[in-house]
Nanobody, 124 residues
């Protein structure tokens, strides 16, 4: 089992940047595929990005491709989401998630553990 704690959210102007972090407790962090999801008010939670266990393979939603970068540091049990060129439509609660297995997934049902979320607000 793994516990996930997100940090780094906040208020930023459009065009700005934020870096989210997700710290995992427990052993065997490098056996989990890690993902970021987000949920805006009144909308369903949606996939943002995912990274393979070793960090070499990444996958992004079309809406963030070219602006967001997911990475991980297995020595620190941490996954990151660097968000650049932020837009008001990026405003949401961002969740970190861990998936057992090897395949990088993009659906909520594939992920086994979730953090509590961190709020990102982008003002226009």
């Amino acid at each position: 089992q793994v516990q996930l704690v997100e940090s780094g959210g906040g208020l930023v102007q459009a065009g700005g940047s934020l870096r989210l972090s997700c710290a995992a407790s427990g052993r065997s962090f490098n056996t989990y595929v890690m993902g970021w999801f987000r949920q805006a008010p009144g909308k369903e939670r949606e996939f943002v990005a995912a990274v393979s266990r070793g960090g070499t393979n990444t996958y992004y939603a079309d809406s963030v491709k070219g602006r967001f970068t997911i990475s991980r540091d297995n020595a620190k049990n941490t996954v990151y989401l660097q968000m650049n060129s932020l837009k008001p439509e990026d405003t949401a609660v961002y969740y970190c998630a861990a998936k057992i297995g090897t395949l990088v997934g993009a659906t909520l049902q594939e992920y086994d553990y979730w953090g509590q979320g961190t709020q990102v607000t982008v003002s226009s």
